[in-house]
């Protein structure tokens, strides 16, 4: 299973972003879904996560500003990126849980720039 993000990108600060991550290659329907992300020299960090139920939560840093969002149908989240700063800058990464508990799944990544 491949997860794939697209949205990223070259933006000024201020400006926005929309993510998007769908998997290829399944006919199960996706767990719980969350975007992570790593800034060049730091860890992975969760930044918002979303059940199949719709429950979402949020890091701190983002809060207000990104919204996450799925289509269960498409099994597709999304990533609302609003009000975007330097410090957002980072490679932006899907994951998500299949039906199994030992299922999970990672995408490649997608750049965010945020130029000041």
């Known amino acids: 299973v491949q997860l794939v993000e697209s949205g990223g990108g070259l933006v000024q600060a201020g400006g926005s972003l929309r993510l998007s991550c769908a998997p290829s290659?399944?006919?199960?329907?996706?767990?719980?879904m969350r975007w992570y992300r790593q800034a060049p020299g730091k860890q992975r960090d969760l930044v918002a996560s979303?059940?199949?139920?719709?429950?979402?939560n949020y890091a701190d840093s983002v809060k207000g500003r990104f919204t996450i969002s799925r289509d269960n149908a498409k099994n597709t989240v999304y990533l609302q990126m609003k009000n975007l700063k330097p410090e957002d800058t980072a490679v932006y990464y899907c994951?998500?849980?299949?039906?199994?508990?030992?299922?999970?799944?990672w995408g490649q990544g997608t750049q965010v720039t945020v130029s000041s």
């Open positions: 979303i059940t199949s139920g719709g429950s979402t």
């Open positions: 994951n998500a849980d299949g039906p199994f508990s030992d299922d999970n799944y």
């Open positions: 290659g399944i006919i199960f329907s996706l767990n719980a």
